[in-house]
């Protein structure tokens, strides 16, 4: 199952790493603003690539959001728009207060 994950930090690398563990996803694309996490996640194979958001959630099959959700409203929409309508969403975002 082709996943992509948006937000590579403690939680979403989480989650990367046991969908690789588990076998569950058969590619893992990962989205990042931080390019040297971005980087790093690909180097220790938590995901096999890194793309953009508007080429990271066409034709696949589950995206997974796991950035603050502050930010989580700022790209919904594009997520949204950029996605086919078999593709699930998932939000993992988290609070501090």
């Known amino acids: 199952m082709r996943t992509t994950?948006?937000?590579?930090?403690?939680?979403?690398?989480s989650?990367?790493?046991?969908?690789?563990?588990?076998k569950f996803a058969t590619e893992l694309i990962g989205?990042?603003?931080n390019e040297s996490h971005a980087k790093k996640?690909?180097?220790i194979g938590l995901v096999d690539r890194i793309e953009t958001l508007e080429e990271g959630v066409k034709n696949t099959d589950i995206?997974?959001?796991a950035i603050p959700v502050d930010k989580e409203l700022q790209i919904l929409s594009k997520i949204l728009d950029g996605i086919s309508e078999s593709t699930t969403?998932?939000?993992?975002?988290s609070t501090k207060k």
């Open 41 to 43: 996640a690909v180097e």
């Open 15 to 22: 989650m990367a790493k046991d969908l690789r563990k588990s």
């Open 31 to 33: 989205i990042d603003v």
């Open 89 to 93: 969403v998932m939000d993992l975002g």
């Open 63 to 65: 995206v997974i959001i």
């Open 5 to 13: 994950i948006i937000g590579l930090g403690l939680i979403g690398g």
